[in-house]
């Protein structure tokens, strides 16, 4: 590093542990007192002695790659006269594996003089070694050994916990949702198609199935992926992610209903020859960086019209968050969100609110939610196994589910 006009309006401190402080009272003769002051002077005589010393312990290595240089260069220039392939072998190529007695037994000169033979024989190397005046080194092939030995290594096994294993449940498309692709019309009474929020109303996370109502619903064969719940009541390491939707109508008359990759993949035919109803791609956002996909706009069976059908908030929020989604697309969202769960956020001025955040019905001070108890815990629960073991608790999502408000800065990124 270099400073400049150091000593005239600059100054540098030197902070060190104590091992440091040590050394460099042993490098005085007789020793210096431990209340002594070390000045830069001490400080820079420690330096130069430390990088001699690493120089002299080096030395060994230097001198073993002078040799194999010199060794390669002098059979390249007698390949060059002669064209012997087996003098350049000879000169590059070097055992791979040795003895116990190669690697450990210690030759008797080995440790008190480290000019060998083959050495000798180069005079820039024995030059160059006398004038430094290193005569004692150990052997360059056995400090190896013995560094590896000491080179503790952390042994770590990484052990992935899996779901057990259970029997998946067959595929059927039911006559309910070949109904819809049809006629683009929900059956009266459908038997097949339910809240996708079901699983959450089934583990007793709500009260009933009107708290989130209207809801996008889904289809059966979307919600049962085990053979052990046929009904997708369970709320499972098996969630399907969300990807295929289905919708018709516009507006509040909207129906949205989610489907299964086999639903999609065999009712597209009849999607693109009816045109009833629209197939949509989608996929929760999980990276700040990430397009959205929450409007369903970005790509559809059959092409949207010049005005594209936009997906009602309702259905966006709660979409987003069963399929997991981290990230608010509006600042609009982040506020329904905190305004649908009851969060304290959203109730400013409240007296009372629980730990996660939630505000009880008699303590609130904003917009009413259709919750009397809290759901936080079982959301976790939901984007838990969502994220299949990832951390969120940084993200949008993570913040509020854990009581921890979006600051102004975060508030400000996220658009209006």
């Known amino acids: ?39 830069v002077l001490d400080v820079l005589r420690w330096t130069m002695h430390e990088t001699c010393e690493d120089i002299r312990h080096r030395l060994p290595y230097w001198a073993e790659q002078g040799l194999d240089h010199h060794k390669r260069l002098a ?54 070694i006398e004038r430094l005046g290193v005569t004692k080194s150990v052997d360059v092939r056995m400090a190896e050994e013995q560094e590896r030995e000491v080179n503790h290594e952390i042994e770590r096994e990484r052990h992935i916990e899996r779901p057990p294993k259970v029997q998946p449940a ?45 809801s996008p619903l889904a289809t059966t064969d979307f919600t049962s992926t085990i053979l052990n719940d046929s009904n997708g009541t369970a709320l499972t390491e098996y969630l399907r992610p969300v990807n295929w939707i289905l919708s018709s109508g516009s507006g509040k008359d909207s129906n949205v209903i989610v489907i299964s990759p086999y639903e999609a993949n065999a009712l597209l035919p009849i999607i693109r020859k009816r045109k009833k109803i629209r197939l949509h791609i989608y996929a929760p956002r999980v990276v700040l960086s990430m397009r959205s996909f929450s409007d369903l706009t970005f790509y559809s069976i059959p092409d949207s019209p010049k005005e594209p059908w936009l997906a009602p908030a309702h259905v966006r929020m709660e979409l987003n968050l069963f399929a997991g989604q981290l990230y608010f697309d509006h600042r609009e969202e982040y506020e329904r969100v905190c305004v649908m769960l009851a969060l304290y956020m959203a109730h400013p001025g409240a007296e009372h609110y629980e730990v996660d955040g939630f505000v009880p019905p008699m303590y609130r001070t904003g917009e009413s939610s259709p919750f009397a108890k809290s759901k936080i815990s079982i959301l976790k629960t939901l984007v838990g196994q969502r994220r299949k073991g990832i951390g969120y608790h940084r993200t949008h999502l993570g913040k509020i589910l854990n009581a921890n408000p979006l600051n102004e800065e975060t508030v400000s990124i996220i658009p209006p």
């Open 1 to 39: 590093m270099r400073m400049r006009q150091l000593g005239k309006g600059h100054s540098v401190m030197f902070f060190a542990p104590g091992e440091v402080d040590r050394r460099i009272r042993s490098l005085f003769p007789g020793g210096m007192a431990s209340d002594g002051r070390i000045r």
């Open 75 to 128: 059979a390249n220039k007698e390949y060059s006269t002669t064209g012997n392939h087996e003098v350049l072998r000879n000169a590059w190529l070097q055992p791979e594996s040795r003895t116990l007695e190669e690697m450990y037994l210690v030759a008797s000169d080995s440790g008190t003089n480290i000019m060998s033979p083959e050495i000798t024989c180069i005079p820039s190397l024995t030059e160059r």
């Open 170 to 214: 067959e595929h059927i498309i039911h006559a309910d949702i070949r109904e819809f692709v049809y006629t683009g019309k929900l059956p009266i009474s459908p038997g097949h198609i339910s809240p996708l929020l079901t699983p959450i109303y089934m583990a007793g996370a709500l009260d009933s199935t009107t708290e989130w109502s209207p």
